[in-house]
């Protein structure tokens, strides 16, 4: 778990299952640290990860702070859960590279809404491997869009 950003306001929630942020956050994500407060979450980091995002989210509960996910490849089925968990401050999943995709642009009985921001493309002209890195340039431009359209 690595908290980086501001102290309060708007969150984004890194559920990121290639476990890149050990220490810091990459660097590419350092705009958005600039405007939001940002937590990431190694999944594969142990057994109590999914409890350490559960965590993450209590405190942002507590200090009434809206959050958003953002999650990749197989961590995008946990990031809705979680989600659907904490609706109340929630209000975007943005997915990187879903494993399965239904179509949905809400969470059923919330106002939750889940985005599909980057998929890598199959064949020849891919740079990147399925699920793209978290850490990707691309990645970040994308949730920024995101975040921008979404407000």
Do not use: Y
């Amino acid at each position: 778990m690595v908290w980086a950003g501001q102290d309060d306001g708007p969150a984004l929630v890194v559920v990121d299952p290639a476990g890149t942020a050990k220490h810091e956050i990459p660097p590419t994500w350092n705009k958005l640290a600039d405007h939001f407060q940002l937590a990431w979450c190694r999944t594969p980091a142990g057994h109590n990860s999914l409890e350490e995002i559960e965590d993450v989210l209590e405190t942002l509960t507590e200090r009434q702070a809206p959050a958003s996910l953002v999650a990749s490849g197989e961590a995008c089925p946990t990031a809705i859960a979680i989600a659907r968990q904490f609706a109340d401050i929630v209000s975007s999943v943005l997915l990187v590279d879903p494993a399965e995709e239904d179509g949905a642009t809400t969470l059923a009985g919330t106002d939750i809404q889940v985005r599909v921001v980057a998929r890598s493309h199959h064949g020849a002209s891919d740079r990147v491997e399925a699920p793209m890195p978290l850490g990707h340039p691309e990645v970040v431009e994308a949730v920024a869009a995101a975040l921008a359209d979404i407000r």
